[in-house]
T-cell receptor, first 115, second 112 residues
Framework: GAVVSQHPSWVICKSGTSVKIECRSLDFQATTMFWYRQFPKQSLMLMATSNEGSKATYEQGVEKDKFLINHASLTLSTLTVTSAHPEDSSFYIC???????????FGPGTRLTVT | QKEVEQNSGPLSVPEGAIASLNCTYS??????FFWYRQYSGKSPELIMSIYSNGDKEDGRFTAQLNKASQYVSLLIRDSQPSDSATYLC????????????FGAGTRLFVKA
């Protein structure tokens, strides 16, 4: 299967600071990347869809000015959580998809804790 | 009606038994269907993809698709304690391009 990496795997930051999470597809070029958030014992929540070279499409209720997404190339997407607050503490997972009808491959996730 | 529905469980089966996980979806035009496994604290891992009606087998896993009934299932034969996880059903729907909708997942416990 395809390999997707995420960095960092965990991060602790202070309230008010910004955190950047990187997502890379290592062995394929991803036309689309996705960002999810998952709180403990809850299901995946799609935050945004990112296509290379165009603006991300955010899901309803997700603040685009708070969660900045940059899809710089076919193998790299970044999510920046700006002015993080404790309620932003969560498990952030990216995924990459080769084509429109194909499966998504998930990165290992980034656990963010805001103190 | 939710776009993708799964029984949240938990589903408990003894070791060696067959675990049967079910999923229904609402978009009749859906063409791609996936099963993911998610261990606690980890990200989802793709187990199976299925695109045509019928059965698709991969080792101990069999995915079954019935587009007329809008139903997809996953059978796990000879269940092992290591199969204990949450299983997510995912369906690609045509919604502003192709979007993958995930079910809430079914928790499976395999008792040794």
């Amino acid at each position: 299967g395809a390999v997707v990496s995420q960095h960092p795997s965990w991060v602790i930051c202070k309230s008010g600071t910004s955190v950047k999470i990187e997502c890379r597809s290592l062995d394929f070029q991803a036309t689309t990347m996705f960002w999810y958030r998952q709180f403990p014992k809850q299901s995946l929540m799609l935050m945004a869809t990112s296509n290379e070279g165009s603006k991300a499409t955010y899901e309803q209720g997700v603040e685009k000015d708070k969660f900045l997404i940059n899809h710089a190339s076919l193998t790299l997407s970044t999510l920046t959580v700006t002015s993080a607050h404790p309620e932003d503490s969560s498990f952030y997972i990216c995924s990459a998809r080769l084509g429109s009808v194909y499966e998504q491959y998930f990165g290992p996730g980034t656990r963010l804790t805001v103190t | 009606q939710k776009e993708v529905e799964q029984n949240s469980g938990p589903l408990s089966v003894p070791e060696g038994a067959i675990a049967s996980l079910n999923c229904t979806y609402s978009d009749r035009g859906s063409q791609s269907f996936f099963w993911y496994r998610q261990y606690s604290g980890k990200s989802p891992e793709l187990i199976m993809s299925i695109y045509s009606n019928g059965d698709k087998e991969d080792g101990r896993f069999t995915a079954q698709l019935n587009k007329a009934s809008q139903y997809v299932s996953l059978l796990i034969r000879d269940s092992q304690p290591s199969d204990s996880a949450t299983y997510l059903c995912a369906v690609n729907i045509r919604k502003g391009g192709f979007k993958t909708i995930f079910g809430a997942g079914t928790r499976l416990f395999v008792k040794a």
